[in-house]
């Protein structure tokens, strides 16, 4: 986000003795604000404050200050990031401060706020062109506002309000969430709002009324609505899903533009390729989650899913990862673990990101040289202390059996039936060969164990 960060540059300059005010302070005497009439800027000596008549039309950042002090007066420097920001700033974040030369910054201090006047009237609108008033719900994007007469030194934010739907909840941006964008333009209009819509928005697809309210009143409409359409569907950056469904029972997921408008399915796909169709029970009227039910009938392991729409497969492009195919979990019972992901930490190809699960092409580690990383999930009972373990069962000797631990054994107490999700490093300090591997949940005041599926590959140690 681009923010307006004006560069106030003084240029202090002595006074003579007929310019120091009759308290003997140090004091601002006059000041020039760059790119504005010099009758526009007044300092009132009493509330030590300076005020700025803007004019109409300016949307520029100010450049810098000229500034005329009492003798023997410097400009402090602000120290501790103060700055001037017309967007999300407030006016008592804006000052100047004047000492005495060689006095510190107390006693002999006097801080000027500034205090910004604009008569013209606030006026917004949507950027001229076939698209410019459409945006993708989720798609991340950057949405550019044309405003006038926009600043004043108090923040404000964008207003968005559906115009046919009454239940849609409205859409409210604060000013620390946009930026301003310097982007001289032919007309009045001759300034720029950069913002976007946080991701996690209740959303309704359709047109929008766009205003713009300020803390001072001001208010603005643009004259054309804003149309949010609805963009591509997506479950998650990864690939995998840290919903698991628990012996067939039905389960939710979140993601992006699952609106039930959509005509979505969701299909199973096991490690043998066999497809499992489900039934979608629920929909999020805002498009964020879904529940579907695989099945009482389905095995635990694990599947890759699919979404469909209107008979075609959904797909996201991320600008660097296709995301089409997302690894899913079906677990005996809550208790039981389940391997979300495991990863080799120098895969440059990051498989993750289209993922497929099979049985007959090894994920390969050499021997204590290259590791890996493993994301698990579990809802264990209520207790103080777990134990986390990898065990590899080797296919290469039958019989041989090995345990690692690969989290820390006395952690807080954990809620029951609440979900949790880890992630360790995957050292490969075992004999070479080829393994099945599963994660471990130990409960040590009982000996109670639960085992994750297999992992779908084969892990193997060169």
Same mark, same amino acid.
């Given at each position: 986000m681009k923010r307006l960060i004006p560069s106030l540059l003084a240029l202090c300059c002595a006074c003579e003795k007929k310019d120091i005010l009759p308290d003997d302070k140090p004091r601002i005497v006059e000041m020039e604000v760059v790119g504005i009439d010099k009758r526009s800027v007044f300092i009132d000596q009493a509330k030590n404050m300076i005020i700025i008549e803007l004019p109409e039309g300016m949307n520029h950042s100010l450049l810098y200050t000229k500034v005329k002090l009492t003798k023997g007066a410097e400009l402090v420097p602000r120290m501790y990031g103060t700055r001037i920001d017309l967007i999300c700033g407030s006016q008592e974040d804006e000052f100047f401060m004047v000492t005495r030369k060689d006095a510190g910054i107390m006693p002999d201090t006097v801080k000027y706020a500034f205090q910004f006047i604009q008569k013209a009237s606030l006026r917004i609108?949507?950027?001229?062109?076939?698209?410019?008033?459409?945006?993708?719900?989720?798609?991340?994007?950057?949405?550019?506002?044309?405003?006038?007469?926009?600043?004043?030194?108090?923040?404000?934010?964008?207003? +968005?309000?559906?115009? +046919?739907?009454?239940?849609? #909840?409205?859409?409210?941006?604060?000013?620390?969430?946009?930026?301003?964008?310097?982007r001289p333009e032919a007309g009045a209009l001759d300034g720029q709002l950069e913002l976007v819509i946080p991701l996690a928005t209740p959303i309704v697809p359709g047109p929008y009324a766009v205003s713009f309210r300020k803390k001072n009143g001001r208010m603005a409409t643009a004259s054309k609505p804003l149309m949010l359409t609805k963009g591509p569907i997506r479950l998650s950056w990864s690939g995998y899903l840290p919903q698991r469904s628990v012996n067939g029972a039905p389960v939710t997921i979140t993601g992006y533009n699952l609106y039930e408008s959509s005509n979505l399915a969701i299909?199973?796909?096991?490690?043998?390729?066999? =497809?499992?169709?489900?039934?979608?029970? =629920?929909?999020? #009227?805002?498009?964020?989650? +879904?529940?579907?039910? #695989?099945?009482?009938?389905? =095995? #635990?392991?694990?599947?890759? +899913?699919?979404?469909?729409?209107?008979?075609?497969?959904?797909s996201y492009y991320s600008g660097t990862w296709l995301f089409q195919n997302y690894r899913f979990a079906v677990t005996k019972t809550a208790q039981h673990p389940f391997i979300m992901m495991f990863e080799r930490s120098d895969d440059k190809n990051q498989e993750y990101a289209d993922v497929s699960l099979y049985r007959d092409k090894p994920l390969a580690f050499q021997k204590d040289i290259g590791g890996g990383y493993i994301y698990w999930g579990f809802a264990n009972l209520k207790t103080s202390m777990l134990w986390f373990d990898v065990e590899l069962e080797s296919i290469t000797q039958p019989g041989y059996v090995k345990r690692t631990i690969i989290w820390d054994r006395y952690l807080s107490t954990y809620q029951e039936g609440a979900e949790r999700m880890l992630g360790d490093a995957f050292y490969p300090n075992y004999p070479p060969g080829k393994y099945h591997m599963r994660i471990i949940v130990t409960r040590p005041e009982t000996g109670e164990e639960y085992k994750s599926e297999p992992f779908e590959r084969v892990v193997e140690i060169k």
């Open positions: 609108e949507l950027p001229d062109g076939q698209k410019e008033n459409q945006y993708q719900i989720a798609r991340g994007e950057s949405l550019y506002i044309k405003v006038a007469n926009f600043l004043d030194g108090l923040p404000g934010e964008i207003r +968005l309000e559906h115009q +046919l739907d009454q239940a849609a #909840p409205a859409i409210t941006i604060g000013g620390c969430d946009f930026g301003f964008e310097e299909v199973l796909t096991d490690t043998e390729g066999k =497809k499992h169709q489900t039934k979608i029970t =629920k929909y999020d #009227p805002f498009g964020q989650s +879904l529940t579907f039910d #695989p099945g009482l009938d389905i =095995k #635990p392991g694990y599947y890759t +899913l699919q979404i469909l729409t209107n008979g075609k497969l959904a």
